[in-house]
């Protein structure tokens, strides 16, 4: 999928249509968002079935705040990305035009692929994100308490490129990685410093395992799946009596346990997910607030927390 995406993204096979992609491309980098709309749609005049020239459509429009027209962009493009690689039904559903508000993992391996070169120097330089840390921290301050030298057998769900994993791995006899973006897992691989990595759904890695792990941990994850119930319950099934479950959440003060905000990512009411935490058989330890990271400028707030299985 990596090699495809790539020519999915920047190439409608016209050369013409291309070159006039780009000028918009160059528009929208001038934050010319209208003027970048425009030609976006010259150019799929052109070339009507480029997929991500739809997806790019919808993005200058709404950038724009051209929303009524970046939804009929959307439409488009869900009808022409059979495979979901660009998140339609999302983008549609965080608009309350319709679409779905079910977790999307075709959308999320195609993004992070794409990411993956580029993943830390963005997130950790330009986004300010410190959610490793502050996981980190609260992990050792329960290994103080409970007098844990190391943790034996520990699961990093969604490890990307291995942040999380290199603040783990002092602290573990066993480090385990999954993923859905093989490429991510390809930059982790390079890193050196995980016992087994896998490309794979993290709820079916829960699934297969039966009181077998220490610690798992969930480093701006969960944001990304939507509803906590399921993946909650099986990590509650694959830990040991006495194991930990560590995660971060994107949060939000209303009461709706879970919805869908405009980035796409999903954010989660705090009391609603604990509740689902102790009903998971998992005993809330520890929950503090925390910044996640920067967004367009502004903080997201978020959440630490960690439980033990019961």
Not at 123 to 136: D, K, M, N, S
Not at 209 to 237: K, M, T
Not at 267 to 278: D, F
Request: aromatic share 6%; hydrophobic share 45%.
């Amino acid at each position: 999928m990596p090699n495809n995406l790539r020519e999915i993204q920047y190439s409608s096979g016209d050369l013409v249509a291309d070159r006039r992609a780009s000028y918009a491309a160059a528009l929208a980098t001038e934050r010319a968002f209208a003027e970048a709309a425009d030609l976006m749609t010259q150019t799929l005049e052109m070339v009507p079935q480029w997929v991500a020239g739809w997806n790019l459509l919808g993005g200058y429009r709404e950038a724009a705040g051209d929303i009524a027209g970046a939804v009929v962009a959307w439409t488009q493009l869900l009808q022409l990305d059979g495979k979901g690689l660009f998140g339609a039904a999302l983008k549609l559903a965080a608009h309350g035009a319709g679409g779905s508000a079910e977790a999307a993992p075709a959308y999320v391996e195609a993004l992070f692929d794409d990411y993956a070169p580029r993943f830390e120097d963005a997130l950790v330089g330009r986004l300010g994100y410190r959610t490793p840390e502050a996981l980190e921290t609260m992990i050792r301050a329960v290994m103080v308490t409970r007098g844990i030298g190391r943790f034996g057998r520990v699961l990093d769900l969604g490890c990307g490129t291995g942040l999380m994993g290199g603040r783990l791995r002092p602290l573990v006899e066993r480090l385990e990685g999954v993923d859905l973006s093989a490429r991510m897992l390809g930059e982790a691989r390079r890193k050196g410093i995980y016992d087994r990595l896998e490309k794979d759904d993290l709820k079916a890695v829960l699934d297969q395992e039966q009181a077998s792990i220490d610690l798992i941990v969930a480093a701006d994850v969960l944001n990304y799946v939507g509803a906590l119930e399921a993946p909650l319950a099986s990590a509650g099934r694959a830990l040991r009596r006495g194991g930990i479950v560590a995660f971060s959440l994107e949060t939000h003060g209303g009461s709706e346990p879970v919805r869908l905000g405009t980035s796409l990512r999903f954010q989660h009411a705090v009391e609603p997910t604990l509740e689902i935490c102790r009903t998971a058989g998992l005993e809330v330890i520890s929950a503090e607030p925390v910044v996640i990271r920067m967004d367009r400028g502004l903080p997201v707030d978020g959440m630490i927390v960690l439980t033990e299985r019961v």
